[in-house]
């Protein structure tokens, strides 16, 4: 990461100021329209963390974001959200025709959302930690759909503020994020090609890590492993596995594994301790948690049923 052009914001008016915009109507929570906007950066590229969190509705015609090792063209115009602390990069392409950037960010500062439900259940949301080349695609309708709630939100504190209005934008937040949720279910399943070859691809992972004696050395790989290796974030991973399998990442490698423990349990001589082990288990007594809660039978009682 280029530190010279790395721009941290802890707060809203902070991000006004830099990109030239009025100080915020309210310093918790602002929708910035991206036409008002200057760029961060005279040399074009930079990356930013914000310490809030970020939904953008974006229109960028010339730029490049990075999230990681991954790229994302912006010239359809997508919805992404950023978690505070995330980092993202921006790249301009300098040899192409200069355009303004188009949309719109809703900016939150978790200080807005203290005391209420929100606070603790917009943590459950995967996607605002998905990457950003993992965004959300929308259809004109759904757009049109989120830039009223967007709108909304805006003429309520820029309204007179009273007793009602954080109530009011809480629950018009809930409302995009839950209509969020929605469309990125769909496309989970719209996208089955793309969704299935990534599946195929970590069950091709997943059996020449179990093949390799990893299992042993190493133990179970980790979700943020598995994820990188396959070239996606881990929310992103276990979202979609939940949209094909019904089950979270974690579940899906602890269900391969019981697998694995079946066949050498029924082929093998290896008792179950060292069958535990070869699964990267320190501890007999873990395994035959694990098994019996997967099973309902202990590793002994399933050995016995085939004799």
């Known amino acids: 990461m280029n530190t010279k052009n790395l721009f941290r914001f802890q707060t809203i008016s902070e991000y006004h100021r830099a990109t ?3 100080t915020p109507a309210h310093p918790l929570i602002s929708i910035v329209h991206m036409e008002e906007t200057k760029s961060l950066s005279a040399e074009g590229s930079y990356s930013v963390i914000y310490d809030f969190y970020s939904i953008a509705m974006k229109s960028v015609y ?40 188009e949309g719109w960010v809703i900016l939150i500062h978790p200080d807005f959302l203290w005391n209420t439900p929100l606070a603790k259940t917009i943590k459950q949301y995967d996607f605002f930690n998905y990457s950003v080349f993992e965004a959300l695609y929308l259809s004109d309708k759904e757009k049109n759909m989120l830039t009223n709630i967007a ?65 042993a050395e190493k133990g179970l790989p980790s979700v943020t492993y ?40 029924s082929t093998t001589s290896l008792t179950v301790s060292e069958i535990a082990y070869e699964l990267g288990f320190e501890h007999l007594q873990s395994f035959s948690k694990l098994f019996k809660t997967k099973t309902n039978v202990s590793p002994l009682e399933f050995r016995q049923s085939f004799n």
């Open 20 to 22: 030239g915009l009025p």
């Open 62 to 101: 010339n730029t490049k974001f990075k999230y990681g090792r991954q790229a994302c063209d912006f010239d359809d115009g997508v919805l992404f959200f950023m978690s505070p602390g995330q980092v993202f990069s921006v790249e301009i392409d300098s040899a192409s025709p200069i355009h303004r950037p």
């Open 151 to 215: 709108e909304n939100i805006e003429q309520e504190y820029h309204a007179n503020i009273d007793r009602f209005s954080e109530s009011v934008i809480i629950a018009q937040l809930e409302l995009l994020l839950t209509y969020s949720e929605r469309f990125y279910q769909r496309q989970f399943i719209t996208r089955k090609i793309a969704s299935h070859e990534i599946l195929a691809k970590l069950e091709h992972l997943l059996t020449n890590y179990f093949n390799s004696g990893s299992l």
């Open 226 to 265: 598995i994820a990188e290796n396959l070239n996606i974030s881990p929310g992103y991973l276990s979202s979609l596995l939940k949209s094909l399998t019904g089950l979270n990442t974690q579940q899906h490698l602890h269900n391969r594994l019981i697998d694995l423990a079946k066949e050498k349990l």
